[in-house]
C-alpha cells in the first residue's frame, strides 16, 4: 500500500479510531501487527513470508542470544541471525546483479557460461526490515537492549506499518519500548502535529519529488537524445527529487506513527544545507548513517585507530552503503565516491570546521556540486549512461530541450521548500511555519491541501527509495 | 476529541472555499491561456465552426496543416490534434464537446493501433477534466477512469493536469503561430538514424477501446457526418498485418482508411522526421498537400455519387 494512494487515506484513519477505541496496549499491538501485515500484504501477499520469516530467525536468535552464558554460544546464535538474515537479503537483492556481473566478467575472458538467473520481484522495504531486525539482534547481543519475550510485541517492532517498507530503521532501544507503553491518548496537539507533519510529507512527495521526476525520468531514460545544459538542469532536479520522495516519505512515516502516540527517529535534517559531505550525511538518512555508524564503521575501528586504516574503514562502509542502496554498479561508485570525498575532508582537516560567511557560502556551494554530481551516478541506468552525462555536461553545453511549464512548477515548489528550510536552518520561522493562531494554523493547512490538489503529480505509483 | 472534530471540520470547510476560489481562478486561467492545449480545447468545445476537424495524438497536431487543406478542398479546416492524447476516450470526449454546440461535415480520426489494442489507459483523461460537468457523454468517460467523484469533489483538482502549462500561457505565448489549431515544429537537430523493421507484435484487442472507438463511429453517424479514418507517415517498416485490426474496424463500419504509414511515405527521406512518429513542420506540409489532394477526390468522388 502506498502513503499516496486513496486506499492509504481510508486505510489510517480507520486503522487510528480502530486503535484509540481498544481498551488495553496488548489488543491495540495485536491489532497494529495485524493491519501492518495487511499493509504489506497488500503489495504482494506471498511476500509477508519473508518478513514473519526474519521475524522468527531475530526474535528467536535474540532470546537464545539472551540466555546464553558462554560467549561462544552468544557469538553462534548471533552469527546464524545475521548469515539467515542476510542470505535471505542476497537471494532476493544481489543474486542476479552478482550473477550478472559474474556472466559478464567471464564473457570478457571468452568464457560463455551465464550464471542461472532468479525471476523473481524484489521484496519492497527489504533492506529496511531486514537491517531493523538485524539491528535488534547485535543490540541484545552487545546487551545494549533485553530480548523481547512476547513474540507479537517484536513482530510488530519488525513490521510496523508506518515505518516498515522506507524506514526510518528504528533502534529497538527506541521503539520496542513504546510497545510497552500504557494506553496512548488521544492527545490533540500531538495528533494535530502528526497530521502536519504528514502533510508536509505530501507535499514533498507529491509536488517536489513527482514533479522534478517528470525530467528527470524523461532525461535519464533517453541520455542520448538530451545535451548538457539538460543533464545539469535535471541532475539538480534529481537532488530535490530523491530529497522529496525519502524525506516526504520519512516525514509521513513519523507522522502517522506521531498520530498514534510513537516517536520515530528524526531521518532527514535539511540535508542541502550541509558544508560538508561530512555533515550531509549527519543530516542525510540519519536512521542508515548511524546505522552503519554503530553496526559496521565502529567495529571495524572506526576513527580509533591508524589515518590509513581509518579512511579504508570509512571507504569500506560508504562502498557497502552505496550496495545497500541498489544492486548495480551505479550505486557502488555512488558510495565509493562519497567515500573518497570523506577520506578527502578527513585528511585536509574540514570535516570538524565550522564556516560562517563567505567562506559557508563557499563551502555550502562546492558540497552541493559534489552531492548533485555525486546523484548522477545514483540515478543513472547504468554506468555507460552515468559517462555520457557527465561527459556531456563538460562538451555539449545547448538550449536546455525541457517542458519550461513544468520547469515553473518545480521552480515554484523548490521556492517554497527553500523559504521554509532557510527559515528553520535559521530558527525563525516560528510565526510563519507555525503560526500561534488557532485560525491561521488550520488556513495553512488548507492551503498546503489546496496547492497539492493542484500542483501534484497524483498519478504516481511508487517512492524511489521502495526498490532499496 | 471535540477540539479534534472542530478542526478537522475547520480544515475541510476552509480547503472547500479555497478549493471553489481557486477553481473560479483556474477557469479563468484555462480560458485565457495562451498554451498550445488550453486554446485548442476552448475551440473545440466553444467556438468551433469548421466544415472539416482533424482529430488525433500529436501526430495529428504535427502532421496536418489546415490551410493547405483548406485552399485545396475549399472547405474551412480545424487541427484539433492534441499531444499525448494517446486514447480513444480522449477523442470520444473531445467529439462530444464538439457536438454539444457545432456538427462539422468530415472528421478525420488519425488514428493508432493503441485505439484498439493493448489495456484501457486514461492517463491522460485529466487533460479535459477543466470541461468536466459541462456535457453528460463526456463525463461518462471519467466514470469510466475512476475519476469522476474526484473531479466532482474538487473543482481545483480538476485543473491540475494542465495546470503549470495554463498558468505559464498567460505569460507566455505558445499558441501565436498556429494555424487552424496546426503547432508547426522547428526543424530538429536529430532525425532517426535508421529505418526500423516493426514485426507483427500484435497487442490484444481491447473490448473497453473497442467499444468507445464504436462509439465514436455511431456519434458521427448519428449527426450525418461523413467519418474517414487515417494514418499519417512513420519512420518503419511495417508488416502487411500491422493495422489490421484498424483496417477490420474500418471495413466493418465501411469506413474510408487513408493509410500513408504502410504505403512508406517519406521512408527515403530521414530529415522528413523529428523522429520515428513525427514530421517537422516542412514535411509536414509537404505531406498535407498530398494529403489535400487524396481528401479531395475523396470528397468529389462522394458528391458524384
Same mark, same amino acid.
Given at each position: 500500500?502506498?502513503?499516496?494512494?486513496?486506499?492509504?487515506?481510508?486505510?489510517?484513519?480507520?486503522?487510528?479510531?480502530?486503535?484509540?477505541?481498544?481498551?488495553?496496549?496488548?489488543?491495540?499491538?495485536?491489532?497494529?501487527?495485524?493491519?501492518?501485515?495487511?499493509?504489506?500484504?497488500?503489495? *504482494?501477499?506471498?511476500?509477508?513470508? =519473508?518478513?514473519?520469516?526474519?521475524?522468527?530467525?531475530?526474535?528467536?536468535?535474540?532470546?537464545?542470544v @539472551?540466555?546464553?552464558?558462554?560467549?561462544k554460544?552468544?557469538?553462534?546464535? #548471533?552469527?546464524?541471525?545475521?548469515?539467515?538474515n542476510?542470505?535471505? #537479503?542476497?537471494l532476493?537483492?544481489?543474486?542476479?546483479?552478482?550473477?550478472?556481473?559474474?556472466?559478464?566478467?567471464?564473457?570478457?575472458?571468452?568464457?560463455?557460461?551465464?550464471?542461472?538467473?532468479?525471476?523473481?520481484?524484489?521484496?519492497?522495504g527489504?533492506?529496511?526490515y531486514?537491517?531493523?531486525?538485524?539491528?535488534?539482534?547485535?543490540?541484545?547481543?552487545?546487551?545494549?537492549?533485553?530480548? *523481547? !519475550?512476547?513474540?507479537?510485541?517484536?513482530?510488530?517492532?519488525?513490521?510496523?506499518?508506518?515505518?516498515?517498507?522506507?524506514?526510518?530503521?528504528?533502534?529497538?532501544?527506541?521503539?520496542?519500548?513504546?510497545?510497552?507503553? @500504557?494506553?496512548?491518548?488521544?492527545?490533540y496537539?500531538?495528533?494535530?502535529?502528526?497530521?502536519?507533519?504528514?502533510?508536509?510529507?505530501?507535499?514533498?512527495?507529491? $509536488?517536489?519529488?513527482?514533479?522534478?521526476?517528470?525530467?528527470?525520468?524523461?532525461?535519464?531514460?533517453?541520455?542520448?537524445?538530451?545535451?548538457?545544459?539538460?543533464?545539469?538542469?535535471?541532475?539538480?532536479?534529481?537532488?530535490?527529487?530523491?530529497?522529496?520522495?525519502?524525506?516526504?516519505?520519512?516525514?509521513?512515516?513519523?507522522?502517522?506513527?506521531?498520530?498514534?502516540?510513537?516517536?520515530?527517529?528524526?531521518n532527514?535534517?535539511?540535508?542541502?544545507?550541509?558544508?560538508t559531505?561530512?555533515?550531509?550525511?549527519?543530516?542525510?538518512?540519519?536512521?542508515?548513517?548511524?546505522?552503519?555508524?554503530?553496526?559496521?564503521?565502529?567495529?571495524?575501528?572506526?576513527?580509533?585507530?591508524?589515518?590509513?586504516?581509518?579512511?579504508?574503514?570509512?571507504?569500506?562502509?560508504? =562502498?557497502?552503503?552505496g550496495?545497500?542502496?541498489g544492486?548495480?554498479?551505479?550505486?557502488?561508485?555512488?558510495?565509493?565516491?562519497?567515500?573518497?570525498?570523506? $577520506?578527502?575532508?578527513?585528511?585536509?582537516?574540514?570535516?570538524?570546521?565550522?564556516?560562517?560567511?563567505?567562506?559557508?557560502?563557499?563551502?555550502?556551494?562546492?558540497?552541493?556540486?559534489?552531492?548533485?554530481?555525486?546523484?548522477?551516478?545514483?540515478?543513472?541506468?547504468?554506468?555507460?549512461?552515468?559517462?555520457?552525462?557527465?561527459?556531456?555536461?563538460?562538451?555539449?553545453?545547448?538550449?536546455?530541450?525541457?517542458?519550461?511549464?513544468?520547469?515553473?512548477?518545480?521552480?515554484?515548489?523548490? !521556492?517554497?521548500?527553500?523559504?521554509?528550510?532557510?527559515?528553520?536552518?535559521?530558527?525563525?520561522?516560528?510565526?510563519?511555519?507555525?503560526?500561534?493562531?488557532?485560525?491561521?494554523?488550520?488556513?495553512?493547512?488548507? =492551503?498546503?491541501?489546496?496547492?497539492?490538489?493542484?500542483?501534484?503529480?497524483?498519478?504516481s505509483?511508487?517512492?524511489?527509495?521502495?526498490?532499496? | 476529541?471535540?477540539?479534534?472534530?472542530?478542526? %478537522?471540520?475547520?480544515?475541510?470547510?476552509?480547503?472547500?472555499? %479555497?478549493?471553489?476560489?481557486?477553481?473560479?481562478a483556474?477557469?479563468?486561467?484555462?480560458r485565457?491561456?495562451?498554451? /498550445?492545449?488550453?486554446?485548442?480545447?476552448?475551440?473545440?468545445?466553444?467556438?468551433?465552426?469548421?466544415?472539416? +476537424?482533424?482529430?488525433?495524438?500529436?501526430?495529428?497536431?504535427?502532421?496536418?496543416?489546415?490551410?493547405?487543406?483548406?485552399?485545396?478542398?475549399?472547405?474551412?479546416?480545424?487541427?484539433?490534434?492534441?499531444d499525448?492524447?494517446?486514447?480513444?476516450?480522449?477523442?470520444? +470526449?473531445?467529439?462530444?464537446?464538439?457536438?454539444? &454546440? &457545432?456538427?462539422?461535415?468530415?472528421? %478525420?480520426?488519425?488514428?493508432?493501433?493503441?485505439?484498439?489494442?493493448?489495456?484501457?489507459?486514461?492517463?491522460? /483523461?485529466?487533460?479535459?477534466?477543466?470541461?468536466?460537468?459541462?456535457?453528460?457523454?463526456?463525463?461518462?468517460?471519467?466514470?469510466?477512469?475512476?475519476?469522476?467523484w474526484?473531479?466532482?469533489?474538487?473543482?481545483?483538482?480538476?485543473?491540475?493536469?494542465?495546470?503549470?502549462?495554463? /498558468?505559464?500561457?498567460?505569460?507566455?505565448?505558445?499558441?501565436?503561430?498556429?494555424?487552424?489549431?496546426?503547432?508547426?515544429?522547428?526543424?530538429?537537430?536529430?532525425?532517426?538514424?535508421?529505418?526500423i523493421?516493426?514485426?507483427?507484435?500484435?497487442?490484444?484487442?481491447?473490448?473497453?477501446?473497442?467499444?468507445?472507438?464504436?462509439?465514436?463511429?455511431?456519434?458521427?453517424?448519428?449527426?450525418?457526418?461523413?467519418?474517414?479514418?487515417? /494514418?499519417?507517415?512513420?519512420?518503419? +517498416?511495417?508488416?502487411?498485418?500491422?493495422?489490421?485490426?484498424?483496417?477490420?474496424?474500418?471495413?466493418?463500419?465501411?469506413?474510408?482508411?487513408?493509410?500513408?504509414?504502410?504505403?512508406g511515405?517519406?521512408?527515403?527521406?530521414?530529415?522528413?522526421?523529428?523522429?520515428?512518429?513525427?514530421?517537422?513542420?516542412?514535411?509536414?506540409?509537404?505531406?498535407?498537400?498530398?494529403?489535400?489532394?487524396?481528401?479531395?477526390?475523396?470528397l468529389? &468522388?462522394?458528391a458524384?455519387?
Amino acid at each position: 500500500m502506498l502513503f499516496n494512494s486513496l486506499t492509504f487515506l481510508i486505510f489510517f484513519p480507520i486503522v487510528c479510531i480502530v486503535y484509540f477505541l481498544l481498551p488495553t496496549t496488548r489488543y491495540r499491538n495485536l491489532f497494529l501487527l495485524a493491519a501492518s501485515y495487511y499493509f504489506y500484504m497488500n503489495w *504482494e501477499p506471498a511476500y509477508a513470508l =519473508l518478513i514473519l520469516t526474519s521475524t522468527i530467525i531475530t526474535y528467536g536468535c535474540g532470546i537464545l542470544v @539472551e540466555k546464553s552464558t558462554d560467549k561462544k554460544r552468544k557469538r553462534t546464535f #548471533l552469527t546464524t541471525s545475521l548469515v539467515l538474515n542476510l542470505s535471505i #537479503l542476497f537471494l532476493f537483492k544481489y543474486y542476479n546483479f552478482i550473477g550478472d556481473s559474474i556472466t559478464d566478467m567471464l564473457h570478457t575472458c571468452g568464457i560463455a557460461w551465464q550464471v542461472p538467473g532468479l525471476h523473481v520481484l524484489l521484496p519492497v522495504g527489504i533492506s529496511f526490515y531486514t537491517f531493523q531486525a538485524i539491528g535488534y539482534t547485535i543490540d541484545v547481543y552487545r546487551g545494549t537492549i533485553r530480548a *523481547e !519475550s512476547d513474540f507479537f510485541t517484536y513482530a510488530l517492532f519488525v513490521s510496523f506499518f508506518p515505518q516498515l517498507v522506507a524506514g526510518p530503521i528504528e533502534r529497538a532501544k527506541n521503539l520496542l519500548p513504546q510497545f510497552h507503553e @500504557e494506553q496512548h491518548t488521544l492527545d490533540y496537539d500531538r495528533i494535530m502535529a502528526g497530521l502536519r507533519m504528514m502533510l508536509w510529507g505530501y507535499f514533498l512527495k507529491l $509536488c517536489i519529488a513527482d514533479r522534478c521526476g517528470i525530467d528527470v525520468d524523461m532525461v535519464f531514460n533517453n541520455v542520448d537524445k538530451y545535451t548538457g545544459t539538460s543533464y545539469i538542469i535535471t541532475a539538480i532536479l534529481f537532488t530535490f527529487q530523491i530529497y522529496g520522495d525519502f524525506a516526504g516519505y520519512s516525514l509521513i512515516a513519523i507522522g502517522a506513527a506521531k498520530v498514534m502516540g510513537f516517536r520515530l527517529m528524526e531521518n532527514f535534517h535539511r540535508p542541502y544545507f550541509s558544508t560538508t559531505v561530512g555533515e550531509f550525511w549527519k543530516r542525510w538518512h540519519i536512521s542508515l548513517s548511524t546505522w552503519f555508524m554503530d553496526y559496521l564503521y565502529i567495529p571495524l575501528g572506526g576513527n580509533r585507530v591508524g589515518a590509513l586504516r581509518h579512511y579504508f574503514n570509512l571507504f569500506v562502509t560508504f =562502498l557497502i552503503s552505496g550496495l545497500w542502496h541498489g544492486a548495480n554498479w551505479t550505486f557502488v561508485a555512488w558510495g565509493a565516491l562519497h567515500g573518497i570525498v570523506l $577520506c578527502v575532508e578527513k585528511a585536509i582537516g574540514i570535516s570538524k570546521k565550522q564556516f560562517s560567511g563567505i567562506s559557508k557560502l563557499i563551502h555550502w556551494g562546492i558540497t552541493f556540486i559534489i552531492v548533485c554530481f555525486a546523484w548522477i551516478l545514483f540515478r543513472a541506468n547504468s554506468i555507460d549512461d552515468a559517462v555520457t552525462i557527465i561527459c556531456g555536461i563538460f562538451t555539449q553545453i545547448g538550449r536546455p530541450r525541457l517542458d519550461p511549464a513544468n520547469l515553473m512548477a518545480d521552480i515554484i515548489a523548490l !521556492s517554497i521548500l527553500f523559504v521554509v528550510e532557510l527559515l528553520q536552518e535559521h530558527g525563525k520561522g516560528g510565526m510563519l511555519l507555525h503560526p500561534s493562531s488557532w485560525f491561521a494554523r488550520h488556513l495553512q493547512m488548507a =492551503l498546503l491541501i489546496a496547492f497539492i490538489l493542484l500542483f501534484g503529480v497524483l498519478g504516481s505509483d511508487q517512492f524511489i527509495y521502495f526498490q532499496f | 476529541m471535540k477540539r479534534l472534530l472542530i478542526s %478537522i471540520f475547520f480544515i475541510i470547510a476552509s480547503l472547500w472555499c %479555497i478549493d471553489r476560489l481557486g477553481g473560479v481562478a483556474m477557469h479563468y486561467v484555462s480560458r485565457n491561456t495562451h498554451d /498550445i492545449f488550453g486554446p485548442k480545447m476552448k475551440h473545440i468545445a466553444v467556438d468551433a465552426d469548421e466544415d472539416i +476537424i482533424l482529430m488525433g495524438t500529436s501526430r495529428c497536431n504535427m502532421h496536418y496543416v489546415p490551410s493547405i487543406i483548406s485552399d485545396s478542398v475549399g472547405q474551412t479546416v480545424y487541427n484539433c490534434g492534441i499531444d499525448a492524447t494517446k486514447d480513444i476516450f480522449s477523442h470520444y +470526449i473531445m467529439l462530444n464537446h464538439l457536438l454539444s &454546440h &457545432h456538427t462539422p461535415k468530415v472528421i %478525420i480520426l488519425d488514428t493508432r493501433n493503441e485505439d484498439l489494442l493493448g489495456s484501457s489507459d486514461f492517463s491522460t /483523461i485529466g487533460f479535459f477534466a477543466p470541461y468536466f460537468g459541462i456535457n453528460s457523454s463526456s463525463d461518462s468517460v471519467m466514470r469510466e477512469a475512476g475519476k469522476y467523484w474526484a473531479y466532482k469533489v474538487s473543482h481545483l483538482y480538476r485543473y491540475n493536469a494542465k495546470a503549470p502549462s495554463n /498558468i505559464l500561457g498567460l505569460v507566455v505565448d505558445s499558441y501565436a503561430n498556429n494555424d487552424n489549431g496546426y503547432i508547426p515544429l522547428a526543424r530538429p537537430q536529430d532525425h532517426p538514424q535508421e529505418l526500423i523493421h516493426k514485426t507483427d507484435t500484435m497487442l490484444p484487442l481491447d473490448s473497453l477501446k473497442y467499444d468507445y472507438y464504436q462509439r465514436f463511429v455511431n456519434r458521427c453517424h448519428e449527426h450525418g457526418i461523413r467519418l474517414i479514418l487515417a /494514418i499519417s507517415p512513420c519512420y518503419s +517498416i511495417i508488416d502487411s498485418s500491422y493495422y489490421s485490426a484498424v483496417y477490420s474496424f474500418a471495413k466493418q463500419n465501411n469506413l474510408q482508411l487513408l493509410d500513408y504509414h504502410s504505403e512508406g511515405l517519406f521512408h527515403d527521406c530521414p530529415q522528413c522526421f523529428k523522429d520515428d512518429h513525427h514530421l517537422w513542420d516542412s514535411s509536414a506540409r509537404v505531406f498535407s498537400e498530398q494529403f489535400a489532394h487524396d481528401l479531395k477526390q475523396i470528397l468529389a &468522388h462522394s458528391a458524384n455519387n
